[in-house]
């Protein structure tokens, strides 16, 4: 599985941010995976914001949830299986700067197999 962030590197204070994950290799209604976003601000470590599963229920973080909205649009072309995870943020702000990742957990039934992928990683900053 390969995927690709991609965004607008710039936000304002209190804009919208949209980002996508081109996600390759399989599809993301494939029975066992777990699609996440994940973002890392400068100088601290990942923090968890919110995933979509394989069969398209939608968790977040608690403390992102009013804010986070996490969609997909699976692969209409056989022949050219990829598909896109989407990731919108509203009301930016400064704490929001962050490298953000799409990632990828493969379970085995309900437990995790220890297999994820990621991607790697676009960056946003939030700044007037």
């Known amino acids: 599985v390969q995927l690709q962030e991609s965004g607008p590197g710039l936000v304002k204070p209190s804009q919208t941010l949209s980002l996508t994950c081109t996600v390759s290799g399989d599809s993301i209604t494939t029975n066992g995976y777990g699609w996440n976003w994940i973002r890392q601000p400068p100088g601290k470590g990942l923090e968890w914001m919110g995933a979509?599963?394989?069969?398209?229920?939608?968790?977040?973080?608690?403390?992102?949830k009013s804010r986070t909205s996490i969609s997909r649009d699976n692969a209409k072309d056989p022949d050219n299986a990829k598909s896109t995870l989407y990731l919108q943020m509203n009301r930016m702000k400064s704490d929001d700067t962050a490298i953000y990742f799409c990632?990828?957990?493969?379970?085995?039934?309900?437990?995790?197999?220890?297999?994820?992928?990621w991607g790697q990683g676009t960056q946003v900053t939030v700044s007037s």
């Open positions: 979509i599963g394989y069969s398209g229920n939608v968790y977040f973080s608690p403390s992102l």
């Open positions: 990632n990828a957990d493969v379970y085995i039934g309900l437990g995790f197999s220890g297999k994820d992928y």
